[in-house]
């Protein structure tokens, strides 16, 4: 039997592709708990119906907005920005919404095609000519349209995550990994892609990503909290500066960053006790996963993207640009707990297109460590939602789809349905199957064994092609991992078994990562060939 504490529904997941940051004046933000509401009298229990999610989800915080038409029909907070403190989360809160980003990032290159400054069908390399893929044929080939859809085969590597490169020494890195699936064939999520589709925009525009992202969109969407980068909102050493990292000054809370309304993310430490986090940097792959908002800014923009463009009068994008960021691309796999069974699923530009009661649903997720967010269209009845939260759970979305759900079957004049009890029973299911991989994996353990060496022996400096150096050191009697930069991916190593050690991260949701093994491959002369850093690919030790 697994000794393993059981994971509660608060313990995060690994969700790398995933990925952000904002602010504003103190005096610019209401801190009035009343709903925001043009009168819908169909969810007039919808927030005695979000306090009860909050509660049986464990979460510290959430903010919900519903649109119908070009109207705001619902806009609240509930809970608290930071556990410990009385400070309430309302409809100006301030969140990162992770990958829920890649729809503006679509938006910004939809912007140049209205401009005339280039084409959905543009190769990659008439825009960046020092692109390049391992394959000659691919690099030559692919498209921006093929980056957005996630169709380019790129991989979901996570190098970017640990390290502190720039945007262009991370996409110069592309050429280095096998692409996963052939050109245009299958789905491959890519933050990498959506990195590189960012520097597009900058390419044409000459405008950092989160410059024009302002002007072009934010701006006249009246998304004036909203911002492209965490470091517009706190001060440098207060921001993780890698996706895994750690911010330079420690420990983080909402009054380091005086006179904004932002909200603090959550994880779940070793010992299953919910912790705060850092905001994290996702800067060099911005486009993919770098932004904040809060409800009320994010209500503009399902507000625009139900009504063909137009947002008060305005045509932000043209009708033709929107419906072809959400016309299917390429088949793709359920993202919604709640989609009709058996009909297609496939992804446009920064939407996940499927169908809820039989009409239209457009979704996409947001999985910055203890920031889940998530967005969602009924483009048939203009309807829209936006959930964010403040804490990590091993099902990510499920509450959010929960809600979600619960509203949407309410525009549609549909029956209630226990969205609750469907959504926990799955939760449950799942929570099942990770504590039995876990204790799979305590099983397999070869318990009272020794590493081959001296633990001295592997102690030193790491690297690969594409990522590092990182170093292995002794921390009085801890075992150190620590990638080269201030705040860059770092963690513990604690022996598991022979030559493989347990690695807790220092930086995002320690506890998802309580499983990850490190790797050395030790030869018969007693000499160290390769660490296996978990999911992060291998190294070697930087001697060789």
Not at 497 to 509: A, I, K, Q, V
Not at 516 to 525: A, H, K
Request: glycine residues 8%; proline residues 5%; negative net charge.
């Amino acid at each position: 039997m697994s000794t393993r504490t059981k994971r509660p529904i608060t313990a995060s997941r690994l969700a790398v592709g995933a990925i952000l940051a904002m602010w504003v004046a103190v005096n610019a933000f209401s801190t009035d708990q009343t709903p925001v509401i043009d009168s819908e009298p169909r969810l007039s229990d919808l927030g005695q119906y979000i306090e009860s999610s909050l509660l049986e989800w464990d979460l510290p915080g959430l903010a919900v907005a519903v649109v119908l038409n070009d109207k705001v029909i619902f806009a609240q907070g509930f809970g608290v920005k930071e556990l410990g403190k009385d400070d309430p989360v309302d409809a100006k809160t301030l969140f990162q919404i992770g990958s829920t980003t890649k729809a503006f990032a679509a938006a910004t290159l939809g912007a140049l095609v209205d401009d005339g400054l280039l084409q959905w069908d543009d190769p990659v390399v008439t825009h960046l000519p020092w692109f390049a893929l391992k394959d000659p044929s691919v690099t030559r080939n692919v498209t921006i349209r093929d980056l957005l859809a996630h169709r380019s085969g790129m991989p979901a590597h996570a190098f970017p995550a640990l390290t502190l490169l720039n945007a262009r020494e991370v996409a110069e890195r592309a050429h280095m990994l096998d692409n996963q699936t052939p050109l245009r064939e299958a789905f491959r999520y890519s933050n990498q892609a959506y990195g590189i589709a960012g520097l597009i925009v900058e390419e044409v525009t000459g405008r950092d990503w989160g410059d024009w992202l302002k002007e072009r969109l934010l701006s006249p969407l009246h998304m004036s909290n909203s911002e492209g980068s965490p470091y517009s909102i706190w001060e440098d050493s207060y921001v993780a500066p890698a996706f895994l990292g750690t911010a330079p000054s420690g420990q983080v809370g909402i009054e380091d960053a005086p006179g904004m309304n932002v909200a603090m993310p959550h994880g779940v430490d070793r010992d299953g006790v919910r912790r705060v986090l850092a905001w994290q940097s996702y800067d060099n792959l911005q486009a993919a996963g770098s932004m904040a908002s809060n409800v009320m800014d994010m209500a503009n923009w399902l507000i625009m993207q139900v009504n063909a463009g137009d947002f008060e009068g305005v045509q932000v994008l043209n009708a033709t640009t929107v419906q072809e960021m959400h016309a299917p691309q390429i088949s793709s796999q359920s993202t919604f707990l709640f989609t009709d069974e058996g009909r297609p699923v496939s992804y446009g530009m920064g939407w996940t297109r499927e169908t809820f009661k039989g009409k239209t649903y457009l979704s996409h997720g947001g999985g910055i460590f203890g920031f889940p967010a998530y967005a969602a269209l009924l483009p048939e009845i203009k309807a829209g939602i936006v959930v964010l939260a403040n804490g990590s759970t091993w099902t990510p979305y499920y509450p959010h789809q929960e809600i979600t759900a619960r509203v949407f079957s309410r525009l549609l004049d549909l029956e209630d349905e226990d969205w609750k009890s469907r959504t926990m029973t799955q939760t449950q299911a799942i929570l099942e199957q990770v504590d039995q991989i876990f204790a799979a994996q305590d099983a397999a353990r070869v318990k009272d064994t020794e590493p081959t060496l001296p633990l001295s022996e592997y102690l030193g400096t790491y690297t690969s092609d594409v990522s590092g150096p990182f170093n292995i050191f002794m921390d009085g009697d801890r075992m150190r991992l620590q990638f080269e930069g201030v705040g860059a991916f770092s963690g513990e190593l604690e022996h598991w078994h022979h030559d493989d050690f347990r690695l807790f991260f220092d930086g995002g949701d320690g506890q998802a990562y309580g499983s990850s093994l490190v790797t050395f491959t030790v030869d018969t002369q007693e000499t160290i060939q390769q660490l296996e850093l978990g999911a992060f690919g291998v190294y070697r030790p930087a001697n060789q």
